[in-house]
T-cell receptor, first 116, second 110 residues
Framework: AQSVTQLGSHVSVSEGALVLLRCNYS??????LFWYVQYPNQGLQLLLK??????LVKGINGFEAEFKKSETSFHLTKPSAHMSDAAEYFC??????????????FGKGTLLTVNP | NAGVTQTPKFRVLKTGQSMTLLCAQD?????MYWYRQDPGMGLRLIHY???????AKGEVPDGYNVSRLKKQNFLLGLESAAPSQTSVYFC?????????FGPGTRLLVL
């Protein structure tokens, strides 16, 4: 079984500041890891994903995340926040292989506020 | 290429009424999913399907039924709506890796 913990339900940063959203996971098998972004009144949009290979993954809108197996983490970062980054962010894990390898387990989400 | 679409976008029901939410995808995906999203709860899986004609229960299936008669469509039914089913419902579809989400249906049960 998999689980995801997102530390901080609400993160507030100033425009131009570093964005760091934390995600820790547990999985009994090698995981696939995802970050999704949800803008107000919209569906979830894939930001980036880690499957295999390079552990530093780059996504859309200048975001990146690093898979650290030893820390069971997949934190999301962006060097300089923009007002348009204000949204809710969800981390998710999926088992690689096995009978349930198509199901995602989501964290509870982190709401990012960007202050001018 | 519309991706994943959901019908309707918004609905108000009275307790005890029934309704069906429709999800359609044009990506030829085998897997389809229904989630509900509630404040502070993230997304919780209601039911899913691994192919045409198959369905399975997710994390919170009670009070819902589903059908997948065609590969591209996945229907979510509420036979007797309850106020606890007030939520935003998202459909998603996937191949082996990434799930793609629809825009959501807001349901209010009075």
């Amino acid at each position: 079984a998999q689980s995801v913990t997102q530390l901080g339900s609400h993160v507030s940063v100033s425009e131009g500041a570093l964005v760091l959203l934390r995600c820790n996971y547990s999985s009994s098998v090698p995981p696939y890891l995802f970050w999704y972004v949800q803008y107000p009144n919209q569906g979830l949009q894939l930001l980036l994903k880690y499957t295999t290979g390079a552990t530093l993954v780059k996504g859309i809108n200048g975001f990146e995340a690093e898979f650290k197996k030893s820390e069971t983490s997949f934190h999301l970062t962006k060097p300089s926040a923009h007002m348009s980054d204000a949204a809710e962010y969800f981390c998710a894990v999926k088992a690689y292989g096995g009978g349930s390898n198509y199901k995602l387990t989501f964290g509870k989400g982190t709401l990012l506020t960007v202050n001018p | 290429n519309a991706g994943v679409t959901q019908t309707p976008k918004f609905r108000v029901l009275k307790t005890g009424q029934s309704m069906t939410l429709l999800c359609a995808q044009d990506m030829n995906h085998e897997y389809m999913y229904w989630y509900r999203q509630d404040p502070g709860m993230g997304l919780r899986l209601i039911h899913y399907s691994v192919g045409e004609g198959t369905t399975a229960k997710g994390e919170v299936p009670d009070g819902y039924n589903v059908s997948r008669l065609k590969k591209q469509n996945f229907l979510l039914g509420l036979e007797s709506a309850a106020p606890s089913q007030t939520s935003v419902y998202f459909c998603a579809s996937s191949g082996q890796e990434t799930q793609y989400f629809g825009p959501g249906t807001r349901l209010l049960v009075l």
